[in-house]
T-cell receptor
């Protein structure tokens, strides 16, 4: 059974810091990995999608990497802002389905 | 970009009644849609995969007769919670895959169901 783990579960940083969120998975048969943001009581917003053939994707202040050999993905957020406060979820896509990690709740303090 | 619209965003119903949640792909066709359930401070759990024109595929432990799924067109899937009970209170989210954006998943805004 595929397991997706996110560390840390919660993170609080002062505004302006660069930070890294971690996601690990146990199944090497990956199609792609997707990072989402979820605000309280809201749906999911897709941030970055990394195909299995790619090593990283960038969008603005966000950079996501994928290392299939070690079963890890990281989401790097540069120059964090209070508006970045949310829960960040990684999702592993295999041939059958999308499996979510438990999320990292990020709080950026002004 | 791909947009998935989900309605209603919030619903309160009495125990024993049924509630229908709609999920629409607005600018793309989705032969497959997915229904998730999320408990407070927990991640998303896949409930079922909705297939246009055929029966839905339910995950282990999900009651088919309680969570009725209909995918009658390429842009609409519905989830009906039948004979709702307070333990069905949860956050339900649908998603669809948009092949135009590299096979990523697009999610609806979710429905907060409260059964009283």
């Amino acid at each position: 059974k595929q397991e997706v783990t996110q560390i840390p579960a919660a993170l609080s940083v002062p505004e302006g810091e660069n930070l890294v969120l971690n996601c690990s998975f146990t199944d090497s048969a990956i199609y792609n990995l997707q990072w989402f943001r979820q605000d309280p009581g809201k749906g999911l917003t897709s941030l970055l999608l990394i195909q299995s053939s790619q090593r990283e994707q960038t969008s603005g202040r966000l950079n996501a990497s994928l290392d299939k050999s070690s079963g890890r993905s990281t989401l790097y957020i540069a120059a964090s802002q209070p508006g970045d406060s949310a829960t960040y979820l990684c999702a592993f896509r295999s041939a059958r389905q999308l499996t979510f990690g438990s999320g990292t709740q990020l709080t950026v303090l002004p | 970009g791909a947009v998935v619209s989900q309605h209603p965003s919030r619903v309160i119903c009495k125990s024993g009644t049924s509630v229908k949640i709609e999920c629409r792909s607005l600018d793309f066709q989705a032969t497959t849609m997915f229904w998730y359930r999320q408990f407070p401070k927990q991640s998303l759990m896949l409930m079922a995969t909705s297939n246009e024109g055929s029966k839905a595929t339910y995950e282990q432990g999900v009651e088919k007769d309680k969570f009725l799924i209909n995918h009658a067109s390429l842009t609409l899937s519905t989830l009906t919670v039948t004979s709702a009970h307070p333990e069905d209170s949860s956050f339900y989210i649908c998603s669809a895959r948009d092949f135009q954006t590299g096979y990523g998943y697009t999610f609806g805004s979710g429905t907060r169901l409260t059964v009283v």
